[in-house]
């Protein structure tokens, strides 16, 4: 294939990283290579030493590994030459960030820092910086921060200045050794290009940036602590670089280590999620993509920044230039269903999702008056609260477990609809519904429940790998048309990304049933989620202090 | 064993009748004999007919055989000859009733009848009733009836009127051909010696019958409707016989039959839960016996008929005379542990609930941060609600099956205390807990819990046949001080009545958390079960829209 062109998507996973090769006047997948990742989600110990619960690294060795393993491999197996290659871009999970020295090399890969877990990389679900995350929003509620509010109302332990905070609690050597607090994700950029850029996704979606008043105010910092007053100028970047803009040229060390050549263009670092927008051929307000897998992540564009309660965030140009891109999700989907078959089915072979959903798909609506919230991992949106818990309500003697985990698909898809709903509520509509990911593309059951609960047509990305394909798209961008790629983004939307033929059509009798069922779950919602009962709090709270006595 | 003197106590139930052997100065249980009823529940079809959903029947010539299988075996293994047997009484299943023609002959048994389901023993558990139970209970409470605080406020469905109303509602024919209408133990006792008693028990916790008033006034019943205004006295017996009296001698045939000698005095009949309570030593106010199995039946002496909203019935002298028996239930427990099995633990063994419990055992309480409600087959007491349903609430992903089963255990624990708070709020003091019954014996966790939970300690009936003793105790009273037994039931609760040593004590600790869990479980409770959120019978709506659409 000399005649043709291509792009280079890397994503960085939470278990793996992964080559994708992509044709760039069509969209064409020609190859694609993954990693595991050798040191994989670092939980337990580290050095052999105990991490405390909720804690989650990783090595950022992995990252250089994954771009030595898959980017040879995948060019030798398409047959692809590195001048076919016109660019190349990445995206990574976030908020997942580390501390570097001034050159960028990573504390935890110097021998005096090695065994400080503060030293290594904080991956998006280490989970151990609530208390940090607490101060943070009684702070800024006390204060009337605007910028809580592009953050649905909260900010989550999981993202950059709570693990910032974290780490200089617990570990001010290390905050003070850090030359550079940054996203992974700008990080493998730099080492990429060798120059340090920050890209306006993590920025914003993370960071508390936004492109009309840039980063949370010193004054705010320095409430938090004093010392942290000047981080954001003395170890972070003001400058943010918007998605597409061509972070640099590769490196010659680069080019060795990737085969490709130096000099190529790489765009800005971008986030996972956001990445598969433009991928699904999504480049306009009203279609809504879920990205389905252990978790679900809500995109949407909007034409304002409105405050929507319970939301992410929304960020200017967080995920397409041009649009504010929304973001919303549900802390619990694929994990739920996996919960329900370890637990349940132990000895069930690997299909067993599969048989699960062809015995569940003989069940009308509501026939097994089962009813369930889908708060097994807590509520991320709308109601923003991780110490909710999962219910059933409805059981009978003549219950079956199909019943069950048909019930379990529902009240995911009902969480779904309250999304839905909460944004039409405050002015971002939601006509039509765009899906991927692993959930998206073997569940059929669970896609047409989901299309007869919310009542909208479900499309599908073509691509199986669509943050890999996005990232591929914004190194096109990165290249831009001289270089063999294209000037915009929404070039790259119209030639690269879209959808399968395959549409799931809401069923209209199904979806009159739901929509009573979704009357209840949502008072049921309401009532244990909006503080009438506030239980399921208080069960945890007894459970926490009988597991430590 | 020449010298020594027996009573016979013949249970009849569910699936099987027994005999049990006692000796009668004692309580020693010499030999027991168990009948699996050869027609068993029929419930699916009859004469090769489908039956109705809710019909359960029964073949009353099942008991005929028990008697003639269980009685002469358990006397030859024993070695004690008729000579030394001195009473024999018999306990039921309740309300468990038939036609007869004049004679005493089932219709069932007559060749014009035998295909009309209507003609056959109605099971307690017949629930096709629940159309008439509904109107009694709506035009009861229309003209204000009094009788209905008796019954916690409720009439069943389960119950005679009910039963009988449904007979004449869809087969006209049986109940003008019935001669008479009676319960099944009534027929048993009529069988044995030839002549027909009504028993108080079923009389007063069945029948609508009190020792003050006598049945429910005709004029209620011609509000029913007008064909059946004098039933009472057409069909049944306004003379109702107190617990203990002799009912009769032996007929020479069922002497045959038993190998029994003719004219052994035989009580009047009883019913299984009631004629447990003398067995277990209870002899006065403020110990509750719990009848633990499938169900639980919760049984008390008071000393004043009292109003309790919820509870199954008041009856003076429906236990012991001289006292108001109280009664009330749960109609979900051992059938609740046994749906989780069947669903979740399809492959177990035998052990599994021991193996369960085991693992359970290890678990705290509130260390799970589960809640349930107890609803899985409706509620009896206290909110009389067969359309309320089971409900789990405060599962993660960490949630294991070890730990819902223990949260089964605990809410059938609260469903328990909740009937117990009920009496001692209503002026009917709960001071002491007695168990019998299959789960009490063989489930040491789950007693352990309703101890902590109750916060009182319980005690074992020491009978494994609690109601076969109970009947034999009331056999001996039928047969007298100067026949061998005794004068008052009193005397034969001192002798042969009684308790294990095992005692389970409450732990004060396990008490404190529970409490704080109970108010949650009331909560709820209140929240489902009173009308603030009827969601558990709108979905039984459109699950029973679905099932038939």
């Given at each position: 294939m000399p005649d043709r062109k291509f792009v280079l998507g890397v994503d960085f996973g939470t278990e793996s990283g992964r080559a994708l090769l992509v044709d760039v006047d069509t969209g064409e997948e020609v190859g694609t290579e993954v990693y595991p990742y050798a040191d994989g989600v670092i939980d337990r110990s580290l050095n052999g030493r105990p991490l405390p619960p909720d804690w989650a690294l990783q090595n950022p060795e992995d990252y250089l590994r994954t771009l030595n393993r898959t980017v040879p491999a995948v060019l030798a197996a398409s047959g692809v030459s590195a001048e076919q290659v016109v660019g190349v871009g990445i995206d990574f999970t976030a908020c997942t960030m580390l501390p570097t020295d001034a050159a960028g090399t990573p504390l935890c890969a110097k021998p005096d820092w090695k065994d400080n877990p503060h030293a290594w990389v904080k991956l998006w679900k280490h989970h151990a910086a609530q208390p940090e995350a607490d101060k943070i929003n009684e702070i800024a509620r006390n204060r009337g921060e605007a910028w809580l509010q592009r953050y649905g109302g909260k900010y989550s332990s999981e993202w950059f200045f709570s693990k910032v905070w974290q780490i200089f609690d617990e570990a001010p050597e290390v905050y003070y050794a850090a030359d550079r607090l940054l996203e992974a994700a700008d990080w493998i950029v730099w080492q990429m290009t060798g120059k340090e850029t920050r890209n306006l996704c993590t920025a914003g979606y993370k960071a508390i940036w936004d492109k009309q008043s840039g980063f949370v105010s010193s004054e705010f910092l320095r409430v938090l602590d004093s010392a942290l007053e000047r981080v954001v100028d003395q170890k972070m970047m003001r400058n943010v670089s918007p998605l597409g803009e061509c972070a640099g040229g590769l490196t010659r060390e680069m080019a060795a280590l990737t085969r490709l050549r130096p000099g190529l263009p790489v765009a800005v670092a971008n986030v996972d999620a956001h990445a598969s927008v433009p991928a699904a051929g999504i480049a306009e307000p009203g279609k809504l993509l879920m990205i389905m897998g252990t978790s679900i992540c809500h995109m949407l564009l909007g034409t304002a920044s409105q405050p929507v309660p319970g939301m992410c965030g929304v960020v200017e140009d967080g995920i397409l230039p041009g649009f504010f891109g929304y973001e919303a999700g549900q802390s619990g989907a694929g994990d739920i269903l996996a919960w329900f078959v370890r637990t349940f089915c132990p000895e069930a072979g690997a299909a067993v999702h599969e048989e699960l959903e062809a015995r569940a798909a003989r069940l009308k609506p509501g026939e097994s008056g089962l009813l369930a919230l889908d708060w097994w991992n807590g509520n991320r949106s709308v109601l923003v609260d991780t110490h909710l818990s999962g219910l059933l309500l409805g059981a009978t003697l003549e219950t079956t477990p199909v019943e069950i985990y048909r019930a379990l698909i529902e009240s995911i898809a009902f969480g779904t609809r309250t999304i839905i709903e909460n944004f039409d509520h405050y002015g971002i509509p939601v006509n039509e519904l765009y899906a991927c990911g692993g959930m998206a593309e073997k569940n059929t059951l669970l896609m047409q429940i989901f299309a007869d609960v919310t009542g909208r047509p479900i499309k599908l990305a073509r691509s199986s790998q669509s943050s890999a394909l996005g990232a591929a798209m914004f190194g096109a961008v990165a290249a831009g048309n001289k270089g063999g790629g294209y000037d915009a983004i929404y070039d790259a939307i119209a030639r690269m990304g879209g959808t399968r033929e395959l549409v799931y059509t809401p069923n209209q009798a199904s979806h009159q049933v739901y929509t009573t069922l979704f009357k209840e779950y949502t008072d049921l919602h309401d009532y244990f989620?909006?503080?009438?009962?506030e239980v399921m709090k208080r069960l945890r709270a007894v459970k926490a202090a009988q597991r430590v006595g």
């Open positions: 989620g909006r503080e009438a009962n």
